[in-house]
């Protein structure tokens, strides 16, 4: 009897250690194995700027009004990507520096609220804000490594 009752708790911890390493496993993805050569671009010659965004944000929306300058892109009520432009003369918020791109400073906000992380760019008399909400409400590892990536292909132009 003790023999069986050890040999299943044996087996009861084999199985809860390789689905441990699984869930670790399956949380942490290196930004650098996300490949962006199969990724769209999203443009915007009026402000001057793009970046790269994986094919599953298929769907466009316009933003709501009051605000300009970019659009929504979604995937299936999963997360979206909000950009927008705030054309007002936007004063740099302190401790802002946290990146430089293309020359311009811009500040990543990550996370907010557990259910967003953004970064803003400092362009001239603009402020460019890429953010990315996720609709479950909490910003895991996979996201924070997305957005990463997202960030790293922006490119500025005058």
């Not at 911890?13 to 194995?33: R, S, T, W």
């Amino acid at each position: 009897m003790k023999k069986g009752i050890l040999i299943l708790a044996i087996i009861v911890i084999l199985g809860l250690g390789i689905f441990g390493i699984f869930l670790l496993n399956q949380e942490k993805v290196n930004p650098g194995d996300l490949n962006t050569d199969n990724w769209k671009t999203y443009k915007n010659d009026e402000f001057g700027y793009s970046f790269k965004y994986p094919e599953r944000f298929s769907n466009i929306h316009p933003l709501i009004q009051g605000y300009e300058g970019g659009n929504v892109l979604s995937d299936e009520d999963v997360s979206v990507i909000r950009v927008y432009v705030v054309t007002k003369p936007h004063p740099l918020e302190e401790g802002s520096e946290d990146l430089v791109i293309n020359g311009h400073r811009a500040k990543l906000t990550t996370p907010f609220g557990e259910y967003q992380t953004d970064i803003n760019i400092y362009k001239d008399e603009n402020l460019i804000s890429i953010r990315l909400i996720n609709a479950n409400n909490k910003i895991n590892q996979n996201d924070e490594n997305l957005f990463m990536k997202i960030i790293s292909t922006i490119e500025l132009t005058d």
